[in-house]
T-cell receptor, first 114, second 113 residues
């Protein structure tokens, strides 16, 4: 069975500081990996995804994540955060033959302080 | 280009009543997924539907919960005889081919009093 572990439930950080949100997964088959962001009282928005190819994937707003197969990790990073990045971030995995059936982590609440 | 539309946004029901949650997928998407987010938890898969078919309902509670996606109209998640433990945010997501990535709606927040 698959599982996703987000090691930090809350990450407080000051504006313009770097941040890393950690995500580890377990699966016996090949997977796709995702990070979703959820702003208060809203649905989830896809931040970035790893399907195949380059292990480093980037979003348009400065986030990046690196797929590390040997460590079964997909940590999310940003070199300099903004107040507007305050949100809940979810790591998710799906089996390659399971389509959109996602297994989510518990979420990490990123709080950016001025 | 409208996204995934869910209504109502908020729903309050007394214990024992029925709750009906609606989801209209993005235009051109014929695959719908329902997820539930309990307080302080991540999202949990409930059911995957295509038009008129339930493909995977492995995450649905065995009793009181049902889902449909008719040929015409939105997908419906129905909860009969609601209990306090059903209070949660219910999210619908859609995709064009039944594959990732999914596009999520803003959710329906169900409160059972």
């Amino acid at each position: 069975a698959q599982s996703v572990t987000q090691l930090d439930s809350q990450v407080p950080v000051f504006e313009e500081a770097p941040v890393e949100l950690r995500c580890n997964y377990s699966s016996s088959v090949s997977v796709y990996l995702f990070w979703y962001v959820q702003y208060p009282n809203q649905g989830l928005q896809l931040l970035l995804k790893y399907l195949s190819g380059s292990t480093l994937v980037e979003s348009i707003n400065g986030f990046e994540a690196e797929f590390n197969k040997s460590q079964t990790s997909f940590h999310l990073r940003k070199p300099s955060v903004h107040i507007s990045d305050t949100a809940e971030y979810f790591c998710a995995v799906s089996e390659r033959n399971q389509g959109g059936k996602l297994i989510f982590g518990q979420g990490t609440e990123l709080s950016v302080k001025p | 280009n409208a996204g995934v539309m869910q209504n109502p946004r908020h729903l309050v029901r007394r214990r024992g009543q029925e709750a009906r949650l609606r989801c209209s997928p993005m235009k051109g998407h014929s695959h719908v997924y329902w997820y539930r987010q309990l307080p302080e938890e991540g999202l949990k898969f409930m059911v995957y539907l295509q038009k008129e078919n339930i493909i995977d309902e492995s995450g649905m509670p065995k009793e009181r919960f049902s889902a449909e996606f008719p040929k015409e109209g939105p997908s419906i998640l129905r909860i009969q005889q609601v209990v306090r433990g059903d209070s949660a945010a219910y999210f619908c997501a859609s995709s064009p081919l039944g594959e990732s990535p999914l596009h999520f709606g803003n959710g329906t927040r169900l409160t059972v009093t």
